[in-house]
Nanobody, 124 residues
């Protein structure tokens, strides 16, 4: 199993930046993909970005492309989500997840293990 712990959320003004971290522990050597999802009040959980653990290939939702960057530090077993030019509509709980299987990456059911999430609030 893998345990995931997110950090780095907070309150920021529109146009500002935050960097989220997702620290993995446990059976990390078998991870295939790590993804970030977000869920705003009253809305479904939506895909934000993902990265393959071995090759580093990245994927982004259209809504964050050009503003968010996902990266990884294999030595620290940590994935980062750098969020720039934040907008009020980016306000949500951000959660990271991982899977041992390769293939699809943008659906919640593609992932087996989830963190607890970190709150991001962007004020206008």
């Amino acid at each position: 199993q893998v345990q995931l712990v997110e950090s780095g959320g907070g309150l920021v003004q529109a146009g500002g930046s935050l960097r989220l971290s997702c620290a993995a522990s446990g059976r990390t050597f078998s991870m295939s993909t790590i993804g970030w999802f977000r869920q705003a009040p009253g809305k479904d959980r939506e895909f934000v970005a993902a990265i393959s653990w071995s090759g580093g290939k990245t994927y982004y939702a259209d809504s964050v492309k050009g503003r968010f960057t996902i990266s990884k530090d294999n030595a620290r077993n940590t994935v980062y989500l750098q969020m720039n030019s934040l907008k009020p509509e980016d306000t949500a709980i951000y959660v990271c997840a991982t899977t041992y299987y390769s293939g699809s990456y943008y659906r919640t059911y593609d992932y087996e293990y989830w963190g607890q999430g970190t709150q991001v609030t962007v004020s206008s």
